[in-house]
């Protein structure tokens, strides 16, 4: 089941931004196809020592020390490769935890970061495109050989499979004897 087919029936949806994430108030969240990128505003001149980040594969916990609660905390929407997740602060007012998916073969956007957050809408969610040079080797390879096929097809000529299998049988003909013929029994 898709996530907008999910969706379907809740209420309380929010508008996706234009970074792929939603803006919350106490943090915001971007998302591209490999990382989640959660913003969280500070006070003026807040150091590392003053929080409290822990990132693990299922959940996050975000705190400023001597706070009762938690600027985040709960089960992340789907697992991340926490090992490769980072947090930082940029300018001394600005906490920026960056989550690797754990999933970054397959395209998948989360509608939110952490279970029990409103969700955003997946139906306004605009995944920016992405030029076939930013693929991996195996990627970029497959789609130009998709991308040969339809045009082969379209101009009536074999497809690079067609075309393999009659090479394939062209070297099998000429590896054997003369006058040999095949018979079926």
Same mark, same amino acid.
């Given at each position: 089941m898709? &996530?907008?087919? @999910?969706?379907?029936g809740m209420t309380d949806l929010i508008p996706c931004n234009d970074r792929c994430g939603?803006?919350?108030?106490?943090?915001?969240?971007?998302? #591209? /196809?490999?990382?989640?990128?959660?913003?969280f505003p500070l006070p003026p001149n807040t150091t590392s020592k003053a929080l409290d980040v822990r990132i693990a594969t299922s959940t996050l916990f975000v705190c400023l020390k001597g706070q009762p609660v938690p600027l985040l905390q709960g089960q992340l929407f789907k697992p991340i490769k926490a090992a490769?997740? &980072?947090?930082? !602060? +940029? +300018? %001394?007012?600005r906490l920026i935890v960056t989550l690797t998916k754990g999933n970054v073969q397959y395209e998948e956007w989360w509608p939110h970061v952490v279970i029990g957050e409103r969700? !955003? /809408? =997946? $139906?306004? *969610? $605009?995944p920016p495109t992405k030029h076939i040079r930013e693929f991996d080797d195996a990627t970029q390879a497959?789609? @130009? $050989?998709m991308m040969? /096929?339809? #045009?082969?097809? %379209? =101009?009536? *000529?074999?497809?690079?499979d067609q075309l393999q299998m009659e090479e394939m049988l062209r070297k099998a003909g000429a590896s054997m004897p003369p006058g040999f013929t095949a018979s079926s029994s």
């Open positions: 898709s &996530l907008v087919e @999910a969706q379907k939603c803006d919350y108030g106490p943090y915001s969240f971007e998302q #591209n /196809d490999a990382e989640v990128t959660v913003i490769e997740s &980072l947090w930082s !602060i +940029e +300018e %001394r007012k969700q !955003i /809408d =997946m $139906k306004t *969610l $605009k497959t789609v @130009a $050989k040969f /096929d339809q #045009n082969q097809k %379209r =101009m009536g *000529l074999p497809t690079s």
